[in-house]
């Protein structure tokens, strides 16, 4: 009698289980379909790219690169740039609030009332899930906000040390030290049981309105309870071994590209040891002037240039350097492989600003360009019309290409596609 062999879906099997462990290749543990090595890597300048020098002037395939965008040009056929993207409502409390909700479109940031909304990353590795030692790393380069945002509102703080993070990566720590972290896991399991229990009574003695709210708190409870049984499970598995050295912090902070540079170069090492398939980096105002530039003032400055041509010369000056620096990024992952297929290409990079005109604190037409996984590059695609086509749309598109079955995100109304 021939058997039938039952093809699983890892990803549903890990699930399943509620605990996610390094599983051997079994025979009926298909993998196929269950893209396995989809990433995405989000990267916003916050304070903006001068739009004359970063959109192209022509659309179409045969598009003559812009003056930043020359910098890049060499992987021009693993990308694709957008003019006519941006979010509706996010004029907010302060001038620079968008900066908060680029990954996720809510409106009004920071206004009487507000709360954000879920960020792309972070649907991403709800996704994705504890498939990786980290679902996924936040960082940034001067402090710990982030664009991160879980479903609940509350940012996922950023890290901004490369020490630290490379830390928390590849260095097992000593037995002492393992031993008060299992103790810590222990301590959160062992409160979150005495919580369930000491509010379980509370069920019978409440209304409706009450019970939802416990319900609720129930759930997250459950939620909680799920993660730490993943987190104690790769606690007890060793850290991957790497040959590249630990970083140095960059300790001034008007060395803005160096420390840049930096967290681009942890990257495609987080990608290639599979610690996370979901990364996301915010380059920010540092509030001084830059190191090895001509300008006097800070970047924020520069950005409020006000049509001052000697301005904009110092800024453009900066940005230039930002976007080589970024090409460096491209470049690594090209060059790296993961069962033959190129980081890039298993990797969907998000790259722009948060303001189409940091001069007026627009956050209109943004500067957007998308890199490397499934999706077809190689163009300028602009879309026109008084009202910006929802950056949400192309949110849709990023998640679809990881595997995210959505028809909806933030406020889109469509996924984006182009050929």
């Not at 812009?66 to 006519?84: A, M, N, Q």
């Not at 910006?388 to 079955?405: M, Q």
Request: glycine share 8%; charged share 20%; hydrophobic share 40%.
């Amino acid at each position: 009698m021939k058997m039938t062999k039952h093809v699983l879906n890892r990803r549903h099997f890990l699930r399943a289980t509620g605990v996610v462990l390094a599983l051997p290749m079994l025979e009926s543990l298909s993998i196929a379909g269950a893209k396995r090595h989809a990433r995405m890597v989000n990267i916003c300048a916050t304070l903006g790219l001068y739009a004359d020098s970063w959109f192209p002037k022509t659309t179409g395939i045969e598009y003559e690169p812009s003056e930043y965008l020359k910098h890049i040009d060499g992987f021009r056929d693993r990308y694709t740039v957008f003019s006519g993207l941006g979010h509706q409502n996010q004029t907010g409390r302060q001038a620079h609030n968008s900066e908060i909700t680029w990954l996720t479109s809510a409106e009004h940031p920071g206004l009487d009332g507000f709360v954000n909304t879920l960020s792309l990353d972070q649907a991403a590795a709800d996704f994705i899930g504890y498939e990786t030692r980290f679902p996924s790393l936040v960082l940034a380069t001067n402090n710990a906000q982030s664009q991160s945002y879980t479903k609940g509102g509350v940012m996922v703080p950023a890290e901004t040390s490369p020490s630290a993070l490379f830390t928390r990566l590849f260095l097992q720590g000593d037995p002492a030290s393992v031993t008060r972290e299992t103790q810590r896991l222990t301590d959160g399991g062992s409160i979150l049981d005495h919580l369930q229990s000491e509010t379980a009574s509370l069920l019978s003695q409440v209304g409706s309105s009450d019970r939802r709210k416990l319900d609720a708190y129930y759930e997250a409870l459950r939620s909680a309870e799920r993660e730490l049984v993943s987190v104690r499970a790769w606690h007890d598995l060793p850290k991957p071994t790497v040959t590249q050295e630990a970083p140095a912090d960059v300790e001034d902070r008007a060395n803005l590209i160096g420390r840049f540079r930096a967290m681009l170069k942890l990257i495609p090492l987080i990608l290639e040891t599979d610690s996370s398939r979901v990364v996301s980096l915010m380059i920010q105002d540092h509030g001084v002037v830059l190191n090895g530039f001509d300008a006097v003032v800070d970047q924020h400055n520069l950005s409020h240039h006000g049509q001052d041509e000697s301005k904009i010369a110092h800024l453009r000056q900066v940005e230039n350097v930002i976007v080589k620096t970024f090409g460096e990024l491209l470049s690594d992952l090209s060059e790296r492989y993961d069962d033959g297929t190129s980081l890039l290409d298993s990797t969907t990079v998000l790259f722009g600003s948060n303001l189409g005109n940091a001069n007026s604190h627009s956050a209109k037409d943004l500067p957007i360009l998308v890199a490397g996984g499934p999706l077809s590059h190689g163009k300028h695609i602009a879309y026109e019309g008084e009202i910006n086509v929802p950056l949400s749309n192309l949110f849709v598109t990023l998640l679809n290409s990881i595997g995210l079955e959505i028809d909806r995100f933030g406020h889109s109304t469509e996924a984006l596609r182009w050929t």
